[in-house]
Antibody, heavy 121, light 111 residues
Framework: EVQLLESGGGLVQPGGSLRLSCAAS????????MSWVRQAPGKGLEWVSA????????YYADSVKGRFTISRDNSKNTLYLQMNSLRAEDTAVYYC??????????????WGQGTTVTVSS | QSVLTQPPSVSGAPGQRVTISCTGS?????????VHWYQQLPGTAPKLLIY???NRPSGVPDRFSGSKSGTSASLAISGLQAEDEADYYC???????????FGTGTKVTVL
């Protein structure tokens, strides 16, 4: 069964850091691009970042550029999101999602259950 | 504020057909980038409904269909059912932002 399992969310103070992980199983992880998508409480979906299957290409939303870093370890079938300089507006449920292809241009056909990040003092 | 605009809500009676528009610009849909559609049931993760403008993943009922023309795209739901009550989002790539974007989202209500 194809599955994505996020972890690493929690409560962090403004200006703090957090690293999210997404463990993948049931498919050839290195063959597919992966993305992070977030959803603030009561709001719509916001694409955050994406990475190609090889890890050679990364993409970021303007709202997180320079603060967040996406990476992947294809030997461990795991996707990461390092989040620094966190702000209150980063509070959201963070989903990892698998792309249809090795680049992120296709749709995202598998989603994790999400992990909650709360930025508050 | 998203660059892809959707109506906040649409509604219809069971069995009816509803459509959801996704209006973009020359830097996203109008530039030829593919549009994808997602369904999000309350309290759950999004689910891919349509990819590449008009393709359905396996398991998605053929009641759902997608189309694209110019700077806009549409999702149609025919034979509306109670279980279709959910939020729906379009998604594409924007060259001005150099990133992927979601639409503002549309809540579908089955009357």
């Amino acid at each position: 069964e194809v599955q994505l399992l996020e972890s690493g969310g929690g409560l962090v103070q403004p200006g703090g850091s957090l690293r999210l992980s997404c463990a993948a199983s049931g498919f050839t992880f290195s063959s597919y691009a992966m993305s992070w998508v977030r959803q603030a409480p009561g709001k719509g979906l916001e694409w955050v970042s994406a990475i190609s299957g090889s890890g050679g290409s990364t993409y970021y939303a303007d709202s997180v550029k320079g603060r967040f870093t996406i990476s992947r370890d294809n030997s461990k079938n795991t996707l990461y999101l390092q989040m620094n300089s966190l702000r209150a507006e980063d509070t959201a449920v963070y989903y990892c999602a698998k792309a249809l292809w090795s680049d992120p241009s296709g749709g995202m056909d598998v989603w994790g259950q999400g992990t909650t990040v709360t930025v508050s003092s | 504020q998203s660059v892809l605009t959707q109506p906040p809500s649409v509604s219809g009676a069971p069995g009816q057909r509803v459509t959801i528009s996704c209006t973009g610009s020359s830097s996203n849909i109008g530039a030829g980038y593919d549009v994808h559609w997602y369904q999000q049931l309350p309290g759950t993760a999004p689910k891919l409904l349509i990819y590449g403008n008009s393709n359905r993943p396996s398991g998605v009922p053929d009641r759902f269909s997608g189309s694209k023309s110019g700077t806009s795209a549409s999702l149609a739901i025919s034979g509306l059912q109670a279980e279709d009550e959910a939020d729906y989002y379009c998604q594409s790539y924007d060259s001005s932002l150099s990133g992927y974007v979601f639409g503002t989202g549309t809540k579908v209500t089955v009357l």
